[in-house]
């Protein structure tokens, strides 16, 4: 496997679009107000909206700069419009329509001839037409006039410098105030036929593909909302993601509210029209789609009764700003709303003709920050009689436990009702996912809280696919942690690789984009580990940060961690080894370059060969490796032991240390410590809080305090591989008494 960061195309494929192509308007808005843009056809633009205030407007909008693609999928920045004649038909209901006061109008941003910021404002009912909801608008920026009424009016508009421009949509009950409309408002703007012509109605566009790969991908509608489907979906398919896409329904722009500004209901208008423009360009384009649903939604539309509580009462947040809260898994009516919604998108994939399928996502108990479990709201207080847990990060008597067990069964029988939802929904067959997040649901500071947060009634075969998650851990790197949640997770429900799926990473700040590195290799773990998929999470952070991955023929450093299967005596040859040029001057002086910082050793493990057994085992080994091509452990005779070796100092922060040994001041980097042997030592004390991960580092479960030196004792082997292509022994020469010769060399490893 490799990856990329790619920031701008330099030399790869483009391709050309007409200026304005539909698929490439966005949408915006305030909160909590909902539109959506789609393509309804390949010269149409649809955008349905829904009002709730006075003063809420959406904006149609084109940007001079490509701000969402991938970089190597983007348009051209094209500044200059003056070239360009964009015609269009409109047609409008529960808009306010083009002749009205706040009706339309397009907004033109950027500079004016002499380079002042500047916006002018274009009235398109002056450039219109036919009747006020049905009309052919042409707007020729060579000849453009901002301004309400013309020619008194008129504002010329120079569109040589432009940033972005969009098209204001507002309700009929718009008056500019913040006031509550008399009931939320629902409304639709369709411009069909667009076409741009003009010197400057085409520009470049990427059009890069990446071969398929072993990867899938996984989008979520919170972040993707203003972009179209048919966007979205092009740098997912031209990125090489193929097969299930995990889309996760979000918990901030689905719904719809009532006049008091609470969840309601199921969908709202511009949510359902998004999500049928994607299932049926998800099916068009090949890929089947996940449809994945949390128990998480915006705090400020959440009902009240709705929201897990701490014992003190107060709701469970997360950290997003503004924040979103947890459903209580006791509580009917939310649980009753989830189902609804499960069955308002299954409904939506199954009318695409998509197989279905639908998965929880991380459903759990919140803890807040000090380690107070929410398990006191109303409904769950009635139905689990919790007794008091001021924290989860310490020892629990029995009856602690015993809540952490009731609220467990609640959970699991909370995500089983939402699956059987789902299952009938989709009319039978529906494949069911649980998601769950390995770093909080299995912290370590709080060993108990599995109880609830991974309940024994998750077990197989509750779902029909496990999907684990852990992007604090694998963006970090810490693949000890991944390994050891990974393993727990597997030991306590029963799911075998098979049965599972790893959504690898998250990359929550475009100036941490170089965690994608340590992402792509968690990936690279988890599919050697077997799982069914592996699913980077998630589209929008790909398209921002300029993500590639790409799969790699293997290389000639393959290892294969398998021992060489022959005792090697005292008889064998060991051979470290330098690269040192030496210049000697004519009056006997050398200057001398060493080319290696350590050695290097060679081997001749020939006189271990002792039997025709050993000569078959021999080239049945030399075979299976490829020869030199493949390379594997060798237990040195004579150095294999690391004993109280300096590995580090604490910094407070850093868990992780390389293991190496010292050889006077030359220092060796063991990278295939053997299993089981090694220990740790911090500030002279020894420790079993470690876990020791591929590539020879121990990994500490909590970080050393500044100045606080690391030591460790190890086994090691050497990896090597064949120095030849070609191995030559025969049973005459062995019973000859004469040794095969087996050379084997080094290789360099981390």
């Known amino acids: 496997m490799g990856w990329w960061l790619a920031k701008r195309r330099t030399v790869q494929a483009v391709d050309t679009i007409t200026r304005f192509a539909s698929a490439y308007w966005t949408v915006n808005f305030p909160r909590p107000m909902m539109a959506a843009v789609t393509t309804p056809g390949p010269h149409a633009i649809r955008v349905d909206a829904v009002f709730y205030r006075r003063d809420d407007l959406a904006g149609l909008i084109w940007e001079a700069e490509d701000r969402f693609d991938h970089p190597l999928l983007a348009y051209e920045s094209a500044r200059d419009f003056r070239g360009c004649r964009l015609s269009f038909r409109w047609r409008s209901s529960g808009i306010k329509p083009l002749d009205a006061v706040h009706g339309p109008t397009l907004t033109i941003e950027g500079r004016d001839a002499a380079g002042s910021p500047r916006a002018w404002y274009v009235r398109l009912w002056n450039y219109a037409a036919g009747a006020p909801e049905d009309a052919q608008v042409v707007l020729d920026f060579a000849k453009l006039d901002g301004g309400f009424l013309l020619p008194e009016e008129a504002d010329p508009v120079w569109a040589g410098d432009v940033d972005r421009m969009f098209v204001s949509l507002v309700a009929p009950g718009y008056d500019a105030s913040d006031a509550m409309l008399s009931g939320p408002a629902e409304g639709w703007v369709e411009l069909t036929g667009v076409r741009c012509d003009g010197a400057g109605s085409v520009i470049a566009i990427g059009d890069v593909v990446v071969p398929e790969h072993g990867l899938g991908i996984a989008s979520g509608y919170d972040d993707s909302y203003n972009l179209t489907p048919a966007r979205l979906l092009r740098n997912a398919l031209h990125l090489g993601y193929r097969g299930a896409l995990i889309h996760y329904v979000g918990m901030s722009h689905y719904f719809r509210l009532d006049a008091a500004l609470k969840v309601t209901g199921v969908l709202n208008v511009a949510c359902a029209a998004w999500h049928r423009d994607f299932a049926t360009r998800a099916k068009a384009f090949g890929y089947e789609l996940i449809w994945s649903l949390s128990y998480e939604l915006f705090d400020a539309h959440c009902p009240s009764t709705w929201k897990q509580r701490a014992a003190d009462g107060s709701p469970a947040l997360t950290g997003w700003v503004p924040p979103s809260t947890l459903l209580s898994p006791a509580h009917a009516g939310a649980m009753a709303y989830l189902r609804s919604v499960a069955a308002a998108f299954l409904a939506i994939g199954t009318a695409a003709g998509l197989n279905p399928r639908f998965q929880v996502g991380e459903p759990w108990w919140w803890t807040m920050p000090d380690g107070r479990p929410c398990l006191y709201d109303a409904a769950a207080v009635a139905a689990l009689a919790p007794v008091a847990i001021p924290t989860l990060r310490g020892p629990l008597d029995a009856a602690q436990r015993a809540t952490l067990d009731r609220a467990g069964a609640c959970l699991a029988a909370s995500t089983a009702a939402l699956c059987a939802a789902a299952v009938q929904a989709g009319g039978g ?41 852990d992007y604090d851990w694998a963006a970090a790197g810490a693949t000890a942690d991944t390994a050891r949640g990974v393993a727990a997770a597997q030991a306590r429900l029963g799911y075998p690789a098979a049965a599972q799926h790893y959504l690898a990473g998250f990359v929550a700040r475009p100036e941490d984009a170089l965690q994608w590195g340590a992402i792509d290799a968690a990936a690279e773990v988890a599919r050697a580990r077997g799982v069914a998929a592996v699913v980077l999470w998630a589209l929008p952070q790909v398209m921002r940060d300029g993500f590639v991955h790409f799969d790699s023929e293997e290389t000639a450093m393959a290892f294969d961690d398998v021992q060489f299967p022959l005792a090697i005596g005292a008889a064998a040859e060991v051979a470290p080894t330098f690269s040192t040029a030496i210049v000697t001057a004519a009056g006997g002086a050398e200057q001398r370059n060493a080319a290696w910082a350590e050695a290097r050793t060679f081997y001749d493990v020939g006189p271990g060969v002792r039997s025709e057994a050993d000569i078959a085992a021999l080239l049945a080994f030399f075979r299976a490796r490829q020869g030199p091509a493949r390379a594997f452990r060798l237990r040195d005779p004579f150095d294999c032991t690391g004993a109280d070796e300096a590995i580090g100092t604490g910094d407070g ?20 410590p053997v299993a089981g042997s090694v220990s740790v030592t911090v500030a002279g004390v020894a420790t079993q809080g470690f876990a020791v991960e591929g590539g020879g580092s121990v990994v500490l479960d909590v970080a050393p305090g500044a100045g ?18 070609r191995l030559a022994v025969t049973a005459a020469a062995w019973r000859a008494g004469e040794a095969a010769s087996v050379p084997l060399v080094e290789v360099r490893e981390g």
């Open 708 to 725: 606080a030196p690391v030591r460790a004792g190890f086994g090691f082997d050497v990896p090597v591989r064949f120095a030849e292509d």
């Open 429 to 469: 067959g529906c494949v069911t996912h649980l998601l769950t997040y390995l770093p909080t649901v299995l912290d370590p500071a709080a060993p108990e809280a599995k109880r609830a947060n991974m309940p024994v009634g998750w077990a197989s075969p509750a779902f029909d696919v496990l999907q684990l998650e």
């Open 653 to 672: 922060v850093e868990r992780r240390f390389a293991l190496v040994k010292h050889y006077g001041d030359q220092v060796r980097r063991i990278t295939r």
